[in-house]
T-cell receptor, first 119, second 113 residues
Framework: AQKVTQAQTEISVVEKEDVTLDCVYE???????LFWYKQPPSGELVFLIR??????QNEISGRYSWNFQKSTSSFNFTITASQVVDSAVYFC????????????????FGKGTHLIIQP | DVKVTQSSRYLVKRTGEKVFLECVQD?????MFWYRQDPGLGLRLIYF???????EKGDIPEGYSVSREKKERFSLILESASTNQTSMYLC????????????FGQGTRLTVV
């Protein structure tokens, strides 16, 4: 069975600090997908990044960067120079590849990390 | 702009009522999902569907059923609502085999009294 662990329930930092959100996953599949979503106070989940299990390259998008390490089953998310608008709940999620039934199973989510950026 | 639309943003129902939550997507996605979100528990998968009339149980299907008669529409049914089904319900859709991320609706906050 697949599992995603976000050990940090809540993180509070002052604006402009860098912050890293941890994500550790478990799966028996060799083909799988990892995701990060942001949920601002409005409630709608916003997609941030998708990674497949064969692509371990780190990715940077503006102030956001992701570090994927299969050796430690981790997919961590770093925000550089945080801003108040980054305040939200962030979810890491895992989806295993299905060979029948039309595609990937539903996402398994971690419990989320509530990030608070103080001005 | 891609869209997953849930029929209600807020809903209040009485214990024992039959409740329908509707979700429509306009992206021609094969996969559709229903999740519930509770504080401290994150999102948990209730049911998903990978094709019309096809469905599979997720992690917490008890007390729920689903219907997918058309590709664009996926309904979640609470046969007899109970107070422990008070929650935020999120619908999502995606292409098969992880080809894209899942797109989420705005959520329905259901209160059962």
């Amino acid at each position: 069975a697949q599992k995603v662990t976000q050990a940090q329930t809540e993180i509070s930092v002052v604006e402009k600090e860098d912050v890293t959100l941890d994500c550790v996953y478990e799966t028996r599949d060799t083909t799988y997908y990892l995701f990060w979503y942001k949920q601002p106070p409005s409630g709608e989940l916003v997609f941030l990044i998708r990674r497949n299990s064969f692509d371990e390259q780190n990715e940077i998008s503006g102030r956001y960067s992701w570090n994927f390490q299969k050796s430690t089953s981790s997919f961590n998310f770093t925000i550089t120079a945080s801003q108040v608008v980054d305040s939200a709940v962030y979810f890491c999620a895992l989806s295993e590849y299905r060979y029948s039934g039309g595609g990937a199973d539903g996402l398994t989510f971690g419990k989320g990390t509530h990030l608070i950026i103080q001005p | 702009d891609v869209k997953v639309t849930q029929s209600s943003r807020y809903l209040v129902k009485r214990t024992g009522e039959k409740v329908f939550l509707e979700c429509v997507q306009d992206m021609d996605h094969e996969n559709m999902f229903w999740y519930r979100q509770d504080p401290g528990l994150g999102l948990r998968l209730i049911y998903f569907s990978y094709d019309v009339k096809m469905k599979e149980k997720g992690d917490i299907p008890e007390g729920y059923s689903v219907s997918r008669e058309k590709k664009e529409r996926f309904s979640l049914i609470l046969e007899s609502a109970s107070t422990n089904q008070t929650s935020m319900y999120l619908c999502a859709s995606s292409l098969p085999r992880g080809a894209t991320e899942a797109f989420f609706g705005q959520g329905t906050r259901l209160t059962v009294v």
